[in-house]
């Protein structure tokens, strides 16, 4: 009898350590494919990534494609920080700084519903490219044409000043660095399209400072 209990007692603790170590092996299989998928989506040359950022920063157009038609988001930026800290990266700054040609997929992000004011850097490194066809595109998603002005004089791009003009900046905007860079180009640009270049008299700028005596303009203040 005691035999026969011994036994029973022995088929028990199998089938119990049976069913501890599929749990064990279910457990360890899923945080495996959790690590795996999660170093496919997110480690990716010193940043962290989406599926989509890596697509967008290879240049794959069908992969980006397929992935915002399973539902990802194109607004989703790339980190390049670590830790706490967060440097994001937006995929429009992907495509213009990593792609040979990045005309299509900043095409395809904005019709996407990726916004240009969103990733304002962007802008600026097509400026920086002297690409005008990769800015008007993005002037006419709505990327600022004023502060791409200050962005063009800063940069030298003296043939974007036009184009940004063109689609809306005031070319008064850039006198003032134009001056502090000595940019006689940018300024006589600037001027053709209306900018105000020469110095304003103070008196004229504000007349309240000021009285006549005698024929001769008085300073108050």
């Known amino acids: 009898?005691?035999?026969?209990?011994?036994?029973?007692?022995?088929?028990?603790?199998?089938?119990?350590?049976?069913?501890?170590?599929?749990?064990?092996?279910?457990?360890?299989?899923?945080?495996?494919?959790?690590?795996?998928?999660?170093?496919q989506t997110?480690?990716?040359?010193?940043?962290?990534?989406?599926?989509?950022?890596?697509a967008v920063k290879e240049g794959n157009l069908d992969e980006v494609q397929r992935l915002i038609q399973q539902g990802e988001s194109p607004n989703i930026a790339a980190d390049y920080a670590s830790g706490a800290d967060t440097i994001a990266v937006g995929n429009l700054s992907l495509a213009i700084n990593y792609n040979d040609d990045p005309f299509p997929m900043v095409q395809l992000l904005l019709e996407n519903g990726v916004q240009p004011q969103d990733d304002p850097m962007?802008?600026?490194?097509?400026?920086?490219?002297?690409?005008?066809?990769?800015?008007?595109?993005?002037?006419?998603?709505?990327?600022?044409?004023?502060?791409?002005?200050?962005?063009?004089?800063?940069?030298d791009q003296i043939h974007m000043i036009q184009t940004l003009i063109q689609y809306g900046a005031d070319p008064n905007a850039g006198v003032h660095l134009a001056k502090s860079m000595l940019n006689e180009d940018a300024?006589?640009?600037?001027?053709?399209?209306?900018?105000?270049?020469?110095?304003?008299?103070?008196?004229?700028?504000y007349p309240e400072d000021y009285v006549e005596e005698n024929g001769s303009l008085i300073r108050l203040r």
């Open 1 to 39: 009898m005691m035999k026969k209990r011994q036994v029973w007692l022995n088929i028990g603790l199998l089938m119990l350590l049976s069913m501890t170590l599929s749990a064990c092996s279910d457990t360890i299989e899923t945080l495996i494919s959790q690590s795996a998928s999660s170093s």
């Open 42 to 54: 997110s480690a990716y040359n010193g940043g962290m990534y989406t599926e989509l950022n890596a």
């Open 122 to 155: 962007a802008f600026n490194d097509a400026i920086d490219n002297g690409d005008v066809t990769l800015v008007q595109l993005m002037l006419d998603y709505g990327a600022d044409a004023t502060s791409g002005l200050q962005t063009a004089i800063a940069k």
């Open 187 to 205: 300024l006589i640009l600037l001027e053709e399209y209306g900018a105000t270049v020469e110095d304003i008299p103070r008196e004229q700028l």
